[in-house]
């Protein structure tokens, strides 16, 4: 099959455009572009040729949107740079077969048997896929969902608190299907719903902003302080004793501002502190020394190694611990969403490990299911907090299942020192954010290198520290309910959103039985 240069320029518009749609491009409606010319490729190509084109598209997406896996590979997991480039390349094979090929082989089904009424079927199959990628493969990977697209426009993002991400997703491809049939139909009928997908615009945008601005906080609060270490990465993979003591030093001044500053409880990064909880050592002790000299109630994240009778490893968990003023640990939540291929190994096997050293080792174990930690202090209301370690943050169902067990705040610590100068931190930062909008919560946002961060229940930040600062924000952190109408609701919401699918593909085949289909 000899690719044709017009359609193999317009796959690369396509990847290149879905892209700069992402953090931390953020171009206003790039989208549209990019959906029309995927949407053109469907309409005008047989099915072997608009697969081909469609993988290229994808492929292209997933080297603009994903590239910092290589910097992440060949600095964090120690591999060289053209080895990262394999699995990198790999991974975007997979990814555009996975997402890109898959939507267009159904959806190119739907046009070919509906003609133009199929394109209304495709935000719906879009949303499908997307929430399909929340629990497969693996662990799941809702990493730059589309609905990210628009999110940024905070207004706009106002309506996850009924719909999630996945809402904004489905108006990103639904705003994409009217604006293509404008253009290739050019039919008056289309040119009105594009009219009236900037008056749904318009009014999201006024109500979005009065609930914003209306929003007030009441009720109890913490005095919370967000600690941001900026500990470089280097520091962490070839730690000595010297590098642990100064990264100790680095947090007891950290927590010893918070204190003077009157924060009633500090939170800290993911394995912010370079000791095992569970496992004595001279830095343990060096912390636990000068920590009783300050006393402040804290979370953080550890790597926690449990040890069997004989000393030797038993489990190695993923945690953010709560530890009292005095230094107690109070209790502890141990990770469950975990990283395929830098927390554990699916399929794990020597010839892997032989070839990927950085694969070697003990895996790090799935925690036992979601748990609240409870912060109480002074006899004030209990802060329940549903904790969220490194990417658990970009699950909407989890996060919206973890604090319907009735959290009021949302605490995710992370170490996206990895990643470094990249644009993935924002990515990960925005994936985050919207969680406190879907659930109706404080955000408390604690990352090595930033972006750390205080959001409140509509999504506005309080406060931040930006990429690479050390620092300190101290904010009030109220305490919510922790209820909105996607976590409430969503079972009734899914089932909905299946049925009017289902009822849209019967009407499209009884209109084509009778030939009055659009």
């Known amino acids: 099959m000899k690719p044709n240069l017009k359609y193999l320029f317009f796959s690369v518009l396509t990847g290149t455009f879905l892209s700069l749609s992402l953090p931390n491009f953020f171009i206003p409606f790039a989208f549209l572009v990019g959906f029309s010319l995927w949407f053109y490729l469907m309409e005008k190509l047989d099915i072997k040729r608009v697969l081909l084109y469609s993988f290229l598209a994808g492929f292209g997406f997933s080297l603009l949107s994903f590239y910092w896996i290589v910097f992440a590979l060949s600095y964090y997991g120690g591999l060289s740079i053209y080895v990262s480039s394999v699995l990198f390349l790999i991974f975007a094979t997979a990814f555009s077969l996975y997402t890109f090929v898959l939507f267009t082989f159904i959806a190119k089904k739907f046009i070919d048997r509906f003609s133009t009424f199929g394109f209304f079927l495709l935000p719906f199959l879009w949303v499908f896929l997307e929430f399909l990628r929340e629990f497969f493969p693996f662990n799941g990977f809702s990493w730059n969902l589309f609905g990210y697209m628009l999110s940024y426009i905070n207004q706009i993002a106002q309506i996850t608190y009924f719909t999630s991400i996945y809402g904004l997703s489905f108006l990103v491809v639904f705003f994409s299907v009217s604006f293509y049939l404008m253009f290739s139909r050019r039919d008056y009928r289309f040119v009105a719903l594009n009219i ?27 005095k919370v302080a967000v600690l941001q270490g900026n500990v470089d990465e280097s520091m962490k993979l070839k730690p000595t004793k010297e590098i642990n003591k100064k990264i100790i030093d680095k947090y007891l001044n950290l927590l010893k501002q918070a204190k003077e500053k009157g924060a009633d409880v500090a939170v800290l990064p993911e394995s912010a502190l370079p000791f095992f909880p569970y496992v004595d050592s001279s830095l343990k002790y060096y912390f636990f020394d000068e920590f009783y000299k300050i006393g402040i109630p804290f979370f953080s994240g550890f790597d926690n190694v449990l040890l069997k009778e004989d000393s030797e490893i038993d489990k190695v968990y993923n945690s953010l611990f709560l530890v009292d003023e005095y230094g107690l640990y109070v209790d502890y939540y141990s990770k469950i969403k975990l990283v395929p291929f830098g927390e554990y190994t699916p399929f794990k096997n020597k010839f892997l490990e032989n070839i990927f050293e950085y694969l070697q080792g003990i895996d790090f174990t799935k925690g036992p299911g979601q748990k609240l930690l409870i912060f109480e202090k002074d006899n004030r209301k209990e802060m329940k907090v549903a904790s969220l370690i490194c990417f658990e943050s970009i699950f909407p169902d989890f996060v919206a299942n973890f604090v319907k067990k009735g959290a009021n705040v949302i605490i995710n610590v992370t170490n996206d020192g990895w990643f470094g100068k990249t644009s993935a931190p924002y990515q990960h930062f925005e994936m985050a954010r919207v969680r406190a909008i879907e659930n109706n919560v404080y955000l408390i946002r604690a990352a090595n290198t930033g972006i750390s961060a205080i959001v409140n229940p509509v999504g506005s930040i309080k406060a931040y520290i930006p990429l690479y600062k050390e620092g300190i924000i101290i904010e009030n952190v109220y305490l919510t309910e922790g209820k909105s109408f996607f976590n409430q609701h969503k079972t009734f919401l899914y089932t909905a959103f299946v049925l009017l699918f289902v009822l849209l593909v019967s009407f499209g085949m009884f209109s084509r039985k009778r030939s009055n289909i659009i």
């Open 196 to 222: 009236f997908n900037i008056v749904l615009f318009t009014v999201l945008f006024i109500w979005g902003n009065s609930r914003i601005n209306s929003y007030s906080d009441k009720g109890e609060y913490y």
